[in-house]
């Protein structure tokens, strides 16, 4: 296996979990055109495959996520980005199911993206890796499920960003998917979702140390930049409600403001911290890749402006989930796909549920959304003819 850099130096050997080498044979030809292989994925399984595998959920992780959904994170020491849906006796659970996340492609947590060594010319790939789009990903995640040797996905999930990759793989693989639950998504990114990302681009693209993408062939890290991406975005994840709930007005260690420009407030170290952790363990460039290729995901563009035709005679099980206090991907941009797939006469569930904590209360404690998926489940397992889930 050719050589990749695929996590920083700063905890090398530690590993990604499982890897695949993918298009040796035939290469993953990208929707920009270029022809992709020799590539990796990292991915990471929990449970155990039934016999007739057929109990698979795939789980696509959101825009800074990873394959780590549960458990200790090799790589950052933390806890999984899902822990109160993966699990024995949790709604995905693994005395049940087969849960599979991989690295999405342009990711940084092994599969391969700008920051893996091009192996024409022995350097990181920077700014001259191919643009990638959520359909990109979606094909290399089939490919390793082909080398995995399962046909048949019992429910593929996914919040935010893995939610525009469950749509997907309904519309591109309706046929391999029996069930799909996209959580906090939309059928393609609004203005102001794109204008959000840019401004996170813009601010690593004119940190000094980006050096036009090579920042890691001269040893630097563009910190500032991506610190200022990640904590724009991250105001964006939370509502007003659960802002103030938090930190209202509160001071940071001091019972007065300082009449300076240092982090007077608890809310701007919070910000301030949630960039600098960040630098730590994502990748600048992957970044710029990720935001980009949400940014492109446009389902309706994709058929002339009609969405219920990407969904015509898809025999794929739908459940749609949104929160009320999500205003990045607000019920609206739900109720759009819902609607699409009624006209398509696809089947399909709504709900929309009562949280003020933002586009990030898919990944916390919502006892509301893990009895939807339970039920979801359920009904599901009882028109599953690919085996036993």
């Given at each position: 296996?050719?050589?990749?850099?695929?996590?920083?130096?700063?905890?090398?050997?530690v590993?990604?979990?499982h890897?695949?080498?993918?298009?040796?044979?035939?290469?993953?030809?990208?929707?920009?055109?270029?022809?992709?292989g020799?590539?990796?994925?990292?991915?990471?399984?929990?449970?155990?495959?039934?016999?007739?595998?057929?109990?698979?959920?795939?789980?696509?992780?959101?825009?800074?996520?990873?394959?780590?959904?549960?458990?200790?994170?090799?790589?950052?020491?933390?806890?999984?980005?899902?822990?109160?849906?993966?699990?024995?006796?949790?709604?995905?659970?693994?005395?049940?199911?087969?849960?599979?996340?991989?690295?999405?492609?342009?990711?940084?947590?092994?599969?391969?993206?700008?920051?893996?060594?091009?192996?024409?010319?022995?350097?990181?790939?920077?700014?001259?890796?191919?643009?990638?789009?959520?359909k990109?990903?979606?094909?290399?995640?089939?490919?390793?499920?082909?080398?995995?040797g399962?046909?048949?996905?019992?429910?593929?999930?996914?919040?935010?960003?893995?939610?525009?990759?469950?749509?997907?793989?309904?519309?591109?693989?309706?046929?391999?998917?029996?069930?799909?639950?996209?959580?906090?998504?939309?059928?393609?990114?609004?203005?102001?979702?794109?204008?959000?990302?840019?401004?996170?681009?813009?601010?690593?693209?004119?940190?000094?140390?980006?050096?036009?993408?090579?920042?890691?062939?001269?040893?630097?890290?563009?910190?500032?930049?991506?610190?200022?991406?990640?904590?724009?975005?991250?105001?964006?994840?939370?509502?007003?409600?659960?802002?103030?709930?938090?930190?209202?007005r509160?001071?940071?260690?001091?019972?007065?403001?300082?009449?300076?420009?240092?982090?007077?407030?608890?809310?701007?170290?919070?910000?301030?911290?949630?960039?600098?952790?960040?630098?730590?363990?994502?990748?600048?460039?992957?970044?710029?890749?990720?935001?980009?290729?949400?940014?492109?995901?446009?389902?309706?563009?994709?058929?002339?402006?009609?969405?219920?035709?990407?969904?015509?005679?898809?025999?794929?099980?739908?459940?749609?989930?949104?929160?009320?206090?999500?205003?990045?991907?607000?019920?609206?941009?739900?109720?759009?796909?819902?609607?699409?797939?009624?006209?398509?006469?696809?089947?399909?569930?709504?709900?929309?549920?009562?949280?003020?904590?933002?586009?990030?209360?898919?990944?916390?404690?919502?006892?509301?959304?893990?009895?939807?998926?339970?039920?979801?489940?359920?009904?599901a397992?009882?028109?599953?003819?690919?085996?036993t889930?």
């Open positions: 296996m050719r050589s990749t850099q695929r996590y920083d130096e700063a905890v090398a050997g590993g990604v979990g890897t695949a080498e993918l298009g040796l044979d035939a290469p993953l030809t990208l929707d920009c055109g270029v022809d992709l020799p590539f990796a994925v990292a991915y990471q399984t929990y449970g155990e495959l039934n016999e007739d595998r057929s109990n698979l959920i795939l789980v696509c992780h959101a825009l800074t996520g990873d394959q780590f959904v549960t458990g200790a994170n090799p790589i950052t020491g933390k806890e999984g980005w899902w822990p109160f849906m993966v699990g024995p006796g949790l709604p995905f659970d693994t005395d049940r199911y087969f849960v599979v996340c991989a690295n999405v492609l342009g990711g940084c947590m092994g599969t391969e993206g700008p920051k893996s060594v091009n192996p024409r010319t022995g350097k990181p790939y920077g700014l001259s890796f191919p643009v990638i789009t959520i990109d990903m979606v094909r290399a995640q089939a490919m390793l499920l082909d080398r995995l399962i046909e048949k996905i019992f429910c593929v999930c996914g919040g935010s960003m893995g939610g525009m990759q469950a749509l997907q793989w309904a519309v591109t693989y309706p046929e391999r998917v029996h069930a799909a639950i996209p959580i906090g998504s939309a059928a393609h990114h609004t203005a102001q979702n794109i204008a959000l990302h840019e401004v996170g681009r813009q601010a690593i693209m004119g940190d000094a140390d980006w050096r036009d993408g090579d920042y890691v062939s001269h040893g630097a890290i563009p910190r500032t930049g991506l610190s200022v991406a990640r904590m724009a975005a991250h105001i964006s994840y939370l509502s007003e409600a659960a802002m103030h709930r938090k930190f209202g509160q001071l940071q260690d001091r019972n007065s403001v300082s009449y300076g420009f240092g982090a007077d407030f608890q809310v701007e170290s919070y910000l301030r911290h949630q960039g600098t952790v960040f630098v730590e363990r994502f990748d600048a460039n992957s970044y710029l890749y990720l935001t980009r290729a949400m940014d492109y995901f446009d389902l309706v563009k994709e058929y002339d402006g009609v969405l219920a035709d990407a969904f015509e005679g898809c025999p794929t099980r739908f459940c749609l989930i949104s929160f009320t206090g999500d205003w990045l991907f607000p019920t609206p941009e739900s109720r759009k796909i819902v609607h699409a797939l009624n006209a398509a006469a696809a089947n399909v569930s709504f709900v929309e549920i009562d949280s003020d904590k933002g586009h990030d209360a898919f990944l916390l404690d919502e006892p509301e959304m893990f009895e939807t998926i339970r039920g979801f489940l359920m009904g397992a009882e028109h599953w003819s690919g085996g889930p």
